[in-house]
């Protein structure tokens, strides 16, 4: 069941995807849902990290990195009992 705190949290938590995005993109990235685990948005990021290095030229890869560091910081901050994400495996 999930809370009023915890439904409140759904709409505060960034989203996972950058925007807008600093370049166009000619290429589907499907990002994390917001109930994603922290290790499927750290998986996720590792993904981009090594796109970002094969294709250094294009800057939405940093991007995504930033924006998933971003949610990861914000989660941080949210109380034990108020997560509403998947528990890591």
Not at 53 to 81: C, H, M, S, Y
């Amino acid at each position: 069941m999930v809370t009023a705190r915890q439904q409140e949290l759904i709409f505060e938590q960034p989203s996972t995807m950058p925007d807008p995005l600093p370049g166009p993109i000619s290429y589907l990235i499907e990002s994390p849902s917001h109930m994603a685990s922290d290790t499927h948005l750290r998986r996720f990021r590792a993904q981009m990290e090594q796109l970002a290095k094969d294709r250094p030229d294009d800057l939405n890869f940093p991007a995504f990195i930033a924006q998933i560091d971003g949610v990861l910081d914000w989660r941080k901050t949210v109380a034990p009992e108020d997560r509403f994400w998947r528990d890591d495996p």
